[in-house]
């Protein structure tokens, strides 16, 4: 008998509102579902105000006014760094993080600080990556007993270092980058997935979906997509051909004001025959494959602004 196909749900948690409400509720979510995820905690200080940085970027202010930002993150959390200290995530909410372990779901490391992460990391050194890295770590170690095991990068923003990291830390597995997309969110090359880097250890298993945000009230095929229809869409992606997928929320959207979208999304997923699955029970499934070696590689994903890690098409 065939394996179902796998939609492999990876939850990155930006932010401390993120983590108090959004979590526990994907976790009573999940549970229902009795779907497998992976929840990758940002576990260090919350500076999301420090965001406003990018509003000179192409497409920043695009992306802003597509998906209500101000009504998804709060204005507090957008005040943190700003006008407001950032609360230290890991240190306050340790209590939430152990209960998604305990509720039976696969927990790793999304980065210390989002947005500092996010803005900085390609064009820094080792010493600098190292050290952020660490302190990642050794914070996930004293919230749960036991050193990580996976990692997700913020923003999917990482350097040369940052991938070396991982083999020295003993990383089986991580989900960094992206798979390239076309303008309606469908894989620009079929045969997408799992790979590594040329000369390291370590799987990466690239994001071959859209996010919520990436699609919200952008026009595809003469249809602006809203919260009435954008599950529908995502479906259809997923519908033909049906095949192992890596679908990347947040805690601070799927977890609060767009639940309701993803229960369509985790109902019709089950429909379609995937089995809702954690990176842990992905690599499980592919760790004795032969995968490709890749060089690290940046572009660009439509609805997105700004350069990603990427997976070019024909890898």
């Not at 576990?43 to 998804?72: C, I, N």
């Not at 006008?83 to 306050?92: E, V």
């Amino acid at each position: 008998m065939t394996p179902a196909p796998l939609l492999v749900l990876k939850i990155d948690v930006d932010t401390y509102r993120g983590t108090r409400e959004g979590v526990p509720n994907l976790v009573r979510m999940l549970t229902r579902h009795a779907a497998g995820a992976t929840f990758l905690f940002s576990l260090g200080p919350d500076h999301t105000g420090w965001a406003m940085r990018r509003a000179l970027r192409p497409g920043f202010f695009q992306k802003v006014s597509r998906t209500s930002v101000v009504e998804h993150y709060g204005i507090k959390t957008l005040m943190y760094g700003v006008l407001l200290p950032g609360p230290d995530i890991g240190a306050r909410t340790a209590a939430e993080m152990r209960a998604v372990r305990d509720a039976g779901f696969e927990c790793g490391i999304h980065t210390w600080d989002h947005v500092y992460w996010q803005d900085h990391v390609r064009t820094r050194d080792k010493a600098w990556t190292d050290a952020i890295m660490q302190k990642s770590e050794q914070r996930y170690k004293a919230v749960f007993g036991e050193a990580p095991h996976t990692h997700g990068a913020a923003g999917w923003q990482m350097n040369q270092y940052a991938f070396a990291r991982h083999d020295s830390a003993g990383y089986r597995y991580a989900s960094d980058g992206r798979a390239q997309l076309r303008d309606d969110g469908a894989l620009l090359d079929p045969q997408a997935g799992p790979y590594r880097y040329q000369g390291l250890d370590c799987i990466q298993m690239p994001t071959t979906l859209p996010t919520l945000d990436e699609l919200l009230g952008r026009e595809i095929d003469g249809v602006v997509l809203d919260n009435d229809n954008i599950a529908a869409h995502l479906l259809k992606l997923t519908a033909d051909p049906v095949r192992d997928h890596v679908y990347t929320l947040h805690a601070e959207l799927e977890g609060q004001k767009l639940a309701p979208i993803f229960e369509q999304l985790l109902s019709g997923w089950k429909a379609q025959g995937y089995r809702l699955a954690s990176m842990a029970d992905y690599y499980e499934k592919i760790k004795q494959a032969s995968l490709p070696a890749v060089p690290l590689q940046w572009g660009q994903v439509p609805g997105r602004s700004g350069d990603l890690i990427v997976l070019e098409p024909g890898h």
